[in-house]
Structures are given as structure tokens and as C-alpha cells.
């Protein structure tokens, strides 16, 4: 039994080094055209299954019709919810026209 213990502790650990930052893009017409950037964090509870504040990417983009939008969890977004043990869960949205 204490080599079972032993092996599954082993293994969350590993499981926990091996996770990593998850992003995710969606062109809109042509893509972005220029360098502008608008940043706006998405807030989950529960481990991000409950949505309480998610962004507007077209309401990011200002009315244009050419953007690319880039969702992702940043190391601060998996810092904030390793530090609330999930219960807060970020994510970044990144609109670039």
C-alpha cells in the first residue's frame, strides 16, 4: 500500500509539471490589419465552469470588420487559480486589429 502511495504521489506531481497554458485564435474576416491590441481578462469560478464575466470580442473590436481574437489562460490567469485552488479561474482575451 505505501508503494501505491508513493506511485500516485509521484504521478499528480508529474501531472501538475506537465500542464501547461492553453490558448486558443479565431480569425475574423481577414485577420488583424495593424498592431492594436485590446487585452480583457474572462473570469470562471469552478474550475472555469461557471462563467461570471466573459468579454465581447466584437465589442472588443470596435465595430471593425477584420480581427483576430486569441483566448488563452496566461501564467498570471494559472498563477491567480492555482493560488484560489481553482475556485477562480482566468482567462485573457486579446483582440488584435
Avoid: R
Amino acid at each position: 500500500m505505501k508503494k501505491f502511495s508513493k506511485l500516485f504521489a509521484m504521478l499528480c506531481v508529474f501531472s501538475l509539471l506537465l500542464s501547461s497554458c492553453h490558448s486558443y485564435t479565431t480569425v475574423v474576416g481577414e485577420g488583424a490589419q495593424g498592431n492594436t491590441e485590446e487585452k480583457s481578462w474572462n473570469h470562471y469560478v469552478i474550475a472555469g465552469l461557471v462563467p461570471v464575466g466573459v468579454s465581447d470580442a466584437k465589442e472588443m473590436a470596435g465595430g471593425a470588420e477584420n480581427y483576430t481574437v486569441t483566448t488563452k489562460q496566461s501564467f498570471v490567469n494559472g498563477l491567480v487559480a492555482a493560488l484560489t485552488f481553482s475556485i477562480y479561474s482566468p482567462t485573457t482575451t486579446i483582440v488584435k486589429k
